[in-house]
């Protein structure tokens, strides 16, 4: 008897690890691939004086919602102290809005992962580190869709990792192509990872 309770406790064990494995929904796999989990981007330059030191994160109720003529930005702002319900006929939306960069600072979504009712949503953040020749800064609205869920109260982890590099794939079309002109080089950055959550709940 002794013997059968050895031989269980790893299969028990192994388990109960799988079952805390998280699963992908979407992952990057190659740089061209990059800014292909945000479902809409919008680049809101900094000269229109809207512009923030630090990102924020919000549940949003679906994008048809939206009333016309209006950015995602704007919609975003309209949203901002406002508690959004959704039901389980309902697709939900997150936003993210980045905080003030330069035009060749690049930034894209990397992984959507899931663990039950938890999402974790991993970006990367890719500074440049180059000399400027002509510079205007901009901040990023990226907007995510987790689709239908079942009633139940969810949270979402974003996740923002630091890099940084100095190439670009078309260097003289920095500001041009910002949403497909991806970094070469970039590499683990010095800056604090930045962590932010929010949560919702699906009725």
């Known amino acids: 008897m002794k013997a059968a309770h050895i031989l269980l406790i790893p299969v028990v064990v192994s388990t109960l690890l799988q079952a805390q494995e998280p699963t992908v929904i979407k992952a990057v796999k190659d740089r061209a691939q990059r800014g292909t989990l945000s479902d809409q981007r919008q680049f809101v330059r900094g000269d229109t004086g809207k512009w923030s030191d630090a990102a924020t994160l919000q549940h949003v109720p679906p994008i048809a919602r939206k009333p016309q003529g209006l950015s995602l930005d ?3 702002e309209q949203l901002a102290e406002k508690k959004t319900a959704t039901t389980a006929t309902d697709d939900n ?4 809005r980045s905080r003030q960069f330069d035009d060749n600072d690049r930034m894209w ?3 959507i ?12 953040e890719a500074i440049w580190q180059g000399n400027y020749f002509k510079t205007f800064t901009y901040y990023e ?16 982890r974003w996740i923002v990792k630091p890099l940084v590099f100095k ?3 078309k ?21 604090k ?11």
């Open 167 to 169: 190439q670009l794939e």
């Open 141 to 156: 609205v990226s907007a995510v869709n987790f689709g239908k869920l079942p009633p139940g109260d969810y949270s979402v």
């Open 93 to 96: 939306w997150l936003i993210f």
């Open 113 to 124: 992962e899931r663990r039950g009712n938890e999402f974790t949503v991993t970006m990367h």
């Open 109 to 111: 979504i990397e992984k």
């Open 171 to 191: 260097p003289r079309e920095a500001m041009k192509d910002y949403q497909t002109n991806w970094p070469l080089d970039a590499q683990p950055g010095n800056a």
């Open 74 to 76: 704007e919609w975003s």
């Open 193 to 203: 990872t930045v962590e932010l959550k929010t949560a919702f709940s699906v009725r």
